[in-house]
């Protein structure tokens, strides 16, 4: 099994920085892809950035520019710098992975990002 282990959040002034943390971990971990998804309330979760094994990555027109997602090839871990933080990105921040030879998606259960006007 795959679990997903995430840390970094908590609450941050209007302009202030965070860096999120993603480890996988367990018997089966072998990482093609990373992603970080956010969920605010009342609405769906949206995808914030990815990144694959090939180390393309993408990110969310709201997020370019302030937002950079980053992971070691061949890595376990996924990381992703958020400066000039608004409010307006006050949300539960999850990641998601999926390994080799698989279409299963794992998740991690999620962490607080608040930002304070």
């Known amino acids: 099994q795959v679990q997903l282990w995430e840390s970094g959040g908590g609450l941050v002034q209007d302009g202030g920085s965070l860096r999120l943390s993603c480890v996988a971990s367990g018997s089966r971990v072998n990482v093609r892809y990373m992603a970080w998804y956010r969920q605010k309330p009342g609405n769906p979760r949206e995808l914030v950035a990815d990144?694959?094994?090939?180390?393309?990555?993408n990110y969310l027109d709201t997020v370019k520019g302030r937002f950079t997602i980053s992971r070691e090839k061949f890595s376990n871990a996924m990381y992703m710098q958020m400066n000039s933080l608004k409010p307006e990105d006050t949300a539960v921040y999850y990641c998601?992975?999926?390994?080799?030879?698989?279409?299963?998606?794992?998740w991690g259960q999620g962490i607080q990002v608040t930002v304070s006007s």
């Open positions: 990144t694959s094994h090939e180390g393309i990555t």
């Open positions: 998601k992975a999926r390994m080799f030879g698989t279409t299963v998606d794992y």
